[in-house]
């Protein structure tokens, strides 16, 4: 089996506005050409599968899925859907979703654990951070 670090050569034809479009969010993302492809055809396969599930840019510049049609990062769905013993009806009405959008982050989830588990690892940490800077910021004021 292989890791999401390995790496593959593979030879595909695109069309010259598809490469320029890929070189033109390289330059402005500072980052390479290839790096930006394997992320977006990855993300491309993945919404394919689960097309309730979208990415955006996360905690820490990681990107992240998310439910369609809310903010809800996928590991938030998860730890709220752990929090009711695994109550898909009443996660739903928790966040005000659709069972089907909860289904569609465990399903996700059930495909990506690792990756998901890495995203609520780094949103606390993030939160923490946050939280540390704040009361550094009140200790500062008194």
Not at 71 to 79: D, G, S, Y
Request: proline letters at 2%.
């Amino acid at each position: 089996m292989r890791t999401d670090r390995e790496s593959v050569q593979r030879s595909f034809r695109l069309s010259a506005r598809t490469v320029e479009l890929l070189d033109e969010q390289a330059a402005a993302a500072g980052g390479s050409r290839n790096a930006l492809a394997d992320r977006l055809l990855g993300e491309a396969l993945r919404v394919e599968h689960h097309p309730l599930i979208r990415f955006r840019q996360g905690a820490g510049g990681r990107r992240q899925p998310l439910v369609v049609g809310t903010r809800l990062a996928v590991h938030q769905v998860v730890a709220t859907l752990r929090a009711h013993d695994g109550d898909v009806e009443e996660t739903a009405s928790y966040f005000g979703v659709s069972p089907r959008q909860v289904r569609a982050a465990l399903d996700y989830y059930a495909d990506f654990r690792d990756e998901v588990d890495a995203d609520a690892a780094a949103a606390e940490q993030s939160a923490r951070a946050e939280r540390d800077r704040w009361e550094r910021q009140q200790r500062a004021l008194a």
